[in-house]
């Protein structure tokens, strides 16, 4: 959810700079900018909190060896979230927020911290 809203906020982002009101076929509008920079960065936080909540159960405890290594994920997955939201608001986030993450050398990193943090813990 925190991507889905992260790319309507950029696509509002890019309307208010072509003095666009209306994303037409599409049901929102420039107004709705303020709800979804509430909504997105807060949905992104939720997931980390359930990924943290999934570190204390069964499941995780089964599949891990080392599960407590898991828990150094959960501070990059905070700082990603929040630097793709501070990229966009200040209209630096021009592609899809996937597509971003693809092109994005510090996305790469992240990525690869958390699978060398993910065989730590196997």
Same mark, same amino acid.
């Given at each position: ?5 992260? &790319? ?8 208010? &700079? ?14 709705? %900018? !303020? ?14 909190? /359930?990924? /943290?909540?999934?570190?204390?159960? &069964? ?33 630096? %986030?021009?592609?899809?927020?996937? /597509?971003?993450? /693809? &092109? ?6 992240? !990525? ?11």
């Amino acid at each position: 959810m925190n991507l889905a809203v992260l &790319k309507r906020y950029t696509e509002l982002l890019v309307m208010k &700079k072509k003095n666009e009101i209306e994303a037409k076929g599409r049901g929102y509008h420039i107004e709705d %900018m !303020g709800l979804l920079l509430s909504i997105g960065p807060a949905a992104g936080f939720l997931s980390v909190l /359930v990924f /943290v909540l999934y570190l204390n159960s &069964k499941q995780a405890t089964s599949l891990y060896s080392n599960p407590s290594v898991l828990w150094l994920i959960s501070p990059i997955f905070l700082y990603w979230i929040s630097r793709i939201w501070h990229l966009s608001v200040r209209g630096n %986030m021009t592609d899809d927020p996937i /597509v971003f993450a /693809v &092109k994005d050398k510090v996305s790469y990193i992240v !990525g690869i911290l958390i699978f060398v943090i993910a065989v730590f813990a196997s």
